[in-house]
T-cell receptor, first 115, second 110 residues
């Protein structure tokens, strides 16, 4: 069985602060993929990043950065200099190559960035 | 690239009425397709997934059913809606690390 845990249900920061969203996963498979999605108030899921289990290199994209650590089964997401437009629910997700290839989502973290 | 079409975008239905939400995918063949539901303020719950035509797996027993009449078509249905069926429904495709989502259907049962 696979599981994704986002322990932070809600985070509130003031604009320009840095914020890290935590994600811890569980799987018995050696090949798997991790995702982060953003869900703005409109509801659609916006893809942010995909990382496979063999690539532990951290990634930076503008104000976004991701820290993948297999040793702790974590895939944390940091927003630098947060902006009001970053306010949304963020989901971490996991999938493997097994039958079904289902995406398992964490419970989501609601980020509120105040001006 | 893969594209998922999902409709309608919003739906208001009375209790006891039937439901049919449709999802079609373009740009791939024999896709794995999924239906998720998100209750207000909650996370995403997997309802059904399908690895091929006529093959449906249910993750959560409930008032809903799913069908896969064609390779690229996935339908979510109910014969009689309950108030608790209200939520945001998302169709998804996933294959070896690639994934895509429909734009979602916001269902309100009144």
């Amino acid at each position: 069985a696979q599981k994704v845990t986002q322990a932070q249900t809600e985070i509130s920061v003031v604009e320009k602060e840095d914020v890290t969203l935590d994600c811890v996963y569980e799987t018995r498979d050696t090949t798997y993929y991790l995702f982060w999605y953003k869900q703005p108030p409109s509801g659609e899921l916006v893809f942010l990043i995909r990382r496979n289990s063999f690539d532990e290199q951290n990634e930076i994209s503008g104000r976004y950065s991701w820290n993948f650590q297999k040793s702790t089964s974590s895939f944390n997401f940091t927003i630098t200099a947060s902006q009001v437009v970053d306010s949304a629910v963020y989901f971490c997700a996991l999938t493997t190559n097994n039958a079904g290839n289902m995406l398992t989502f964490g419970g989501g973290t609601r980020l509120m960035v105040k001006p | 690239s893969q594209t998922i079409h999902q409709w309608p975008a919003t739906l208001v239905q009375p209790v006891g009425s039937p439901l049919s939400l449709e999802c079609t995918v373009e740009g791939t063949s024999n896709p794995n397709l999924y239906w998720y539901r998100q209750a207000a303020g909650r996370g995403l719950q997997l309802l059904f997934y399908s690895v091929g035509i006529g093959q449906i797996s249910s993750e959560v027993p409930q008032n809903l059913s799913a069908s896969r009449p064609q390779d690229r078509q996935f339908i979510l249905s109910s014969k009689k809606l309950l108030l608790s069926d209200s939520g945001f429904y998302l169709c998804a495709w996933n294959d070896r690390g690639e994934s895509a989502f429909g734009s979602g259907t916001r269902l309100t049962v009144v």
